[in-house]
């Protein structure tokens, strides 16, 4: 067992690199980690100066603009729920504390993660949106360069750290006020902290501790990245006192489990939006019709199995950014997310072939919430940047084995 963990130890650590582990560490305020700073801001400032320019709009036709409320996606309903936001927090205690049961909480209001909703209603976004649109701007500028240091420490050449920080999905989104940029900042926190436990084991569990929680209180989907805090604290029990890591254990468990309760309604929505999706098409095909079988001429389990498997795989396209619009959306915009898929399908497959037992784990658990509802990219915003650099590694191994296999 000892040698098992340490392979996974090994594993973590080895492929995936961590700060500590280069001969030299990565400067984080030299001349040309200062240049990227000012790139990456300036990338976000010159988007937000062409969004008012040529008045760039969402798929529903709502003006984008940091001067503008951008009423996109489910922003009414967490505008709704802004006011009680953390307030709403206490409710499941309340409810299971005065003798009700799991059945009827199942079907009681649904409450958004609290982080957002609290951050419209402080910054009193709707009549003063700029206050707001510029914390986002800037950081999403910051978070681009943390992901800029990390490619640096991979060594990942100057192209692909500007093709990160022009990445159009986090563009978009730095401009587009939702759950994504928050989700992506927290995510960042408890990735930079599972790569830093082992040359600083406190401030590294506090990171991932805090990212986790900030993840929780933000969007439901962050429940299925539980495995991905076990796993990190089982990789570092050696480097804490055996009752730390159990009172860590049981701390995150508990939230864990709070949380789950907190969601609950959300599971009964996501039945009912598994109901409305078969009215949502892959490639044209309802996903009913994949359901059924695609193939009656094959016998019938076969013809499940295949077709089950076409539509899982549809789904993983579709988050990759290679699909169809679902509305109207400029040419020019599905380009730019075309591109982008280009990087990200291969990047998925090739995270899991390639990238560290961590980075899989994290994969998986932005994956599995698609794979059962409808599949689109801004889910995996968060990780984006690590399918890209996975992506880009990708086509490289291939061009490399071409140019080795059949030229002289």
């Keep these: 067992m000892f040698d098992l963990s340490n392979k996974f130890y090994n594993r973590m650590y080895k492929k995936d690199l961590y700060f500590g582990d280069n001969k030299e560490k990565v400067p984080l305020f030299d001349f040309y980690a200062k240049c990227m700073l000012l790139v990456a801001v300036l990338s976000r400032v010159l988007f937000a100066a062409l969004a008012i320019m040529i008045s760039l709009k969402t798929e529903n036709g709502l003006i984008v ?3 503008v409320e951008v009423q996109a996606g489910d922003y009414p309903f ?18 299971f504390f005065q003798g009700g049961s799991f059945e009827d909480w199942f079907q009681t209001k649904l409450h958004p993660g609290p982080i957002f909703p609290w951050l419209l209603n402080v910054l009193n976004y709707p009549k003063q949106p700029i ?25 990942v050449s100057l192209w692909g750290q500007l093709a990160l920080i022009a990445y159009p999905l986090a563009l978009w989104y730095s401009l587009a006020l939702s759950t994504e940029l928050p989700m992506s900042v927290a995510l960042f926190i408890f990735f930079c902290g599972a790569l830093a436990t082992r040359q600083f084991p406190f401030w590294g569990i506090s990171c991932v501790l805090t990212g986790f929680i900030l993840m929780l209180m933000i969007r439901p989907n962050s429940l299925c990245l539980f495995p991905a805090v076990l796993f990190v604290i089982f990789l570092n029990r050696d480097d804490m006192s055996r009752w730390l890591a159990v ?11 709070y949380f789950v309760a907190y969601y609950a309604p959300y599971f009964h929505m996501m039945q009912e939006a598994s109901r409305a999706s078969i009215n949502v098409t892959y490639w044209g095909l309802h996903t009913q019709q994949y359901s059924e079988g695609l193939f009656p001429n094959l016998p019938l389990l076969l013809d499940k199995v295949i077709s089950n498997v076409a539509l899982i795989a549809s789904k993983v396209i579709y988050a990759s950014g290679l699909r169809p619009s679902y509305s109207g959306t400029s040419t020019l915009l599905i380009s730019f997310r075309l591109m982008a898929g280009v990087l990200v399908l291969p990047g998925i497959f090739y995270c899991i072939y390639r990238g560290s037992w961590l980075e899989s784990i994290l994969l998986f658990g932005f994956l599995f919430p698609l794979l059962i509802t409808v599949g689109q990219e801004r889910y995996l ?28």
């Excluded at 967490?78 to 499941?92: G, R």
């Excluded at 206050?131 to 060594?155: D, H, Q, T």
């Excluded at 009172?247 to 489990?257: G, H, K, R």
């Design 131 to 155: 206050y707001l649109a510029s914390i986002y701007l800037m950081a999403s500028s910051l978070l681009v360069f943390g992901w800029v240091l990390y490619y640096r420490a991979r060594e």
């Design 78 to 95: 967490y505008w709704q729920n802004s006011v009680d936001s953390f307030a709403t927090l206490k409710e499941p205690f309340l409810f």
């Design 65 to 67: 603009s940091p001067f």
């Design 381 to 408: 915003l968060p990780i984006a940047p690590l399918l890209l650099l996975y992506g880009g590694i990708f086509w490289k191994d291939l061009f490399l084995y071409i140019r080795n296999r059949f030229i002289l």
């Design 247 to 257: 009172v860590i254990f049981v701390l995150i468990t508990i939230i864990f489990v």
